[in-house]
Nanobody, 115 residues
Framework: QVQLEESGGGLVQPGGSLRLSCTTS????????MYWYRQAPGKEREQVAA???????DYADSVKGRFTISRDNAKNTVYLQMNSLKPEDTAVYYC?????????WGQGTQVTVSS
């Protein structure tokens, strides 16, 4: 069983920064991809960042230049550094750990950007 634990969410002012963390435990594959998604109430879930085991990085256009995904394989942790935050970034953020034969999701962490 693979489980994900998210942390780092909170309330920040516009222009501020947060770093989200997602640590995976359990029977982790040696080859996996990590993703960050977000969903605001009444809005469609969207993928904001992806990182494959081969080092391929991808970002949604809405966060390019502001968000950075990184991973520490030794700690089984993926991070999302969020800079220059905007009110429209307000959402519940979910991490996803995709192994070769499993697909695990975190429970989400709330990010609120408001003055």
């Amino acid at each position: 069983q693979v489980q994900l634990e998210e942390s780092g969410g909170g309330l920040v002012q516009p222009g501020g920064s947060l770093r989200l963390s997602c640590t995976t435990s359990g029977s982790i594959d040696t080859v996996y991809a990590m993703y960050w998604y977000r969903q605001a109430p009444g809005k469609e879930r969207e993928q904001v960042a992806a990182s494959t085991s081969g080092g391929i990085i991808d970002y949604a256009d809405s966060v390019k230049g502001r968000f950075t995904i990184s991973r520490d394989n030794a700690k089984n942790t993926v991070y999302l550094q969020m800079n220059s935050l905007k009110p429209e970034d307000t959402a519940v953020y979910y991490c996803r750990h995709l192994g070769r034969d499993y697909d695990a999701w975190g429970q989400g962490t709330q990010v609120t950007v408001s003055s």
